[in-house]
């Protein structure tokens, strides 16, 4: 397993996710006891050698040699501390097995019981602060809206309300928040039983992880929209559309773009994907065998329940979660996802070129759903703050930032283990939130800091990094295209990128 | 008592020209030999199961394990490895000195038997037919 380390206030961590199979470490703990007894009983076997090669049948000082007895004498103490320390360790093994089955055991119980909390309290959230609650709660808010748009249910939990009342929206960025958000995106499930007060659900939920939760809830939102004729969390069509660049202020021509000094520059170019903004750059670079591309996408920008014009919103976000998922559920693609797939085909990337992908925040899971695409030659990915720890890019390097007291990337979940991806996680300490920006430690802004202090540190899984994005473009010069795509009502939808299952 | 006089004859106490003396050193050489042998014996059962016993007895990496304390467990393992490896080698060199000593031992006892064969000098051919004027051995 990788291992950890925390320079210029980063924590690096890389290597698969910590696992426990608590039979087999049982097992090997009673397989060691009893190495300890056969080595206790060559111990004792040398012991006797010892105790015999020191009498002289003939009434001599001694038998053996005094350098072969001291040699048994050696070996037998060898021996014989062996024998104590397996012994030792397959005590310690034991106790970690019981630990560890009690660990899980205590975490799946919190689990739950944080889930259901939240599912319960939702409403309370939505009441208090229904923009930060969405991006924080996100499936869990959710939840609250679909359920309530069925029976008009409005349970609310007194007593976090008054918490939020009381605490307000910096709670959102405490980074305790932070991992209950983590834990409830693990278990949607229980949130929705603790919406529906169904004790069932607790029961069964266990087994569900965050994209399997995230099909379940686009089914229910499916059921619901049937029931209701609503769109909620539907997909709809996107159109991509190339978008002009201004010439640059330093008087390089439209377009051209030096290649990046790093992370920090990866994070620069990433579009701000605002209101009729670009939210796709692309990046084509000369290649030895080939164009090679970069590909920057933006993050979330709407964060309604019903999608409207802009793709880069929750229901995309819940799509590309979902891709994840084994749940025998079809599930579009992601608006976001086709709307990046879209501009790449159109700038003119092919099978087989060789992609950088970068994102943030909605971006950033779509930047790892590309690069565990075995049908793209993707080289590397960054994530920035992105829902993404669940997806598995197999042996494409990820770089996946997050900040601790950033909720956003916790709604994907506790993760997947994946051995290539480097997790660096920074705390930016506490930010008041401002109107519009109740995640202060979600903005790109903050990002790009983060960012830049990736390029400063002497990490060597950091470093490994940078040295692959440089050789990626040698040192050439870019041409870049910017991208806009927008949802497009599916009764006008001929000719542009339509949602496509990835149901398995 | 160093080791190489040790299991062996203390030849300052044989007096090479007594038959029944090095008759006594080779008794003895032999008697220690039996009783060494079987030691040898034991030393090489004991190594050699060690030795075939010792991949795999102790793991490092248990499969479905993976977080801090596996790798301390690991690095644990290793050391208790590194000392089975150490005594499987202290064994090694017991067995090797004890085997040496019941050589020496062997080649004590048949020194001294071919000596108290051999009449000290009880024949010359260049005394033929004197009277032979030698010391009897059993007169010490």
């Known amino acids: 397993m990788g291992g950890d380390g925390a320079v210029d206030g980063l924590t690096v961590t890389s290597g698969a996710a910590t696992s426990v199979e608590t039979d087999a470490v049982r097992l090997e703990s009673v397989r060691l006891s009893a190495v300890a007894h056969v080595v206790d009983e060559w111990a004792v076997r040398a012991t006797g050698v010892l105790e015999r090669s020191r009498v002289d049948p003939c009434g001599g000082p001694a038998l053996a040699p005094d350098a072969a007895r001291a040699a048994i004498a050696l070996a037998r103490d060898r021996l014989g501390a062996v024998a104590r320390g397996a012994a030792r360790r397959a005590t310690d093994l034991g106790a970690s097995a019981a630990g560890y089955e009690r660990a899980e055991l205590l975490a799946d119980v919190g689990r739950r019981i944080a889930a259901g909390i939240i599912g319960s309290a939702a409403p309370a959230f939505a009441l208090a602060a229904a923009s930060g609650a969405s991006i924080a709660l996100g499936p869990a808010w959710l939840v609250s809206q679909l359920v309530s748009a069925v029976d008009g249910r409005a349970a609310v939990d007194a007593a976090l309300e008054g918490l939020v009342l009381e605490r307000g929206l910096p709670m959102l960025s405490d980074p305790a928040f932070v991992s209950l958000v983590r834990a409830a995106a693990d278990g949607t499930d229980e949130v929705i039983a603790g919406l529906l007060g169904s004790e069932a659900l607790f029961v069964a939920g266990g087994a569900l992880e965050a994209p399997e939760n995230a099909r379940l809830l686009l089914a229910a939102a499916g059921v619901v929209g049937l029931a209701s004729g609503g769109r909620a969390l539907r997909e709809t069509p996107v159109e991509v559309r190339r978008v002009d660049i201004a010439p640059g202020r330093d008087g390089r021509p439209a377009g051209i773009a030096p290649p990046p000094r790093g992370v920090g520059d990866l994070a620069d170019r990433i579009p701000s994907g605002g209101a009729d903004a670009p939210q796709v750059r692309i990046e084509r670079y000369a290649g030895p065998d080939g164009p090679r591309w970069i590909v920057y996408s933006a993050g979330t920008k709407d964060f309604g329940l019903e999608p409207a014009a802009q793709p880069y919103d929750m229901t995309s976000n819940l799509h590309a979660v979902a891709g994840a998922s084994s749940l025998p559920l079809a599930v579009d693609l992601a608006a976001g996802e086709r709307a990046v797939r879209d501009a790449m085909s159109q700038a003119g990337v092919r099978p087989g070129d060789e992609l950088v992908v970068v994102g943030h925040s909605g971006g950033g899971i779509i930047a790892a759903n590309l690069a565990a695409d075995p049908d793209l030659h993707v080289v590397a990915a960054v994530n920035l703050g992105g829902p993404a720890a669940q997806v598995d890019t197999g042996e494409v390097p990820m770089l996946s930032v997050t900040h601790a007291e950033d909720l956003v990337p916790a709604t994907g979940g506790s993760g997947v283990a994946s051995a290539s991806r480097i997790d660096v996680e920074r705390s930016v300490g506490a930010i008041a939130p401002q109107p519009g920006s109740p995640v202060p430690a979600h903005a790109l802004r903050e990002y790009r800091a983060t960012a830049e202090l990736v390029d400063a540190s002497d990490d060597p899984r950091l470093a490994d990094f940078r040295r692959t994005l440089a050789g990626f473009t040698d040192g050439g010069a870019a041409e870049a295209t910017l991208w806009r795509a927008m949802r497009v009502p599916a009764a006008s939808a001929a000719g542009v990128s339509a949602p496509t299952g990835t149901g398995p | ?140």
Do not use: K, N, Y
């Open chain 2, 1 to 140: 008592m160093d080791g190489e006089a040790a299991a062996g004859v203390d030849d300052a106490t044989v007096d090479v020209t007594d038959p029944f003396g090095l008759e006594v050193a080779a008794t003895l050489a032999a008697r220690r030999r039996e009783a060494l042998l079987p030691e040898v014996f034991a030393l090489r059962v004991l190594r050699a199961e060690l030795a075939e016993t010792r991949p795999g007895l102790l793991r490092e990496r248990i499969d479905g394990w993976r977080d801090a304390a596996a790798d301390r467990f690991g690095d644990r393992m290793r050391d208790l490895a590194a000392a089975l490896d150490e005594a499987a080698r202290e064994l090694a060199d017991a067995e090797r000195l004890m085997a040496e000593a019941c050589e020496r031992l062997a080649a004590e006892e048949a020194s001294a038997r071919h000596a108290a064969a051999t009449p000290h000098d009880a024949v010359s051919t260049a005394g033929a037919g004197t009277a032979w004027a030698g010391t009897a051995p059993w007169t010490g």
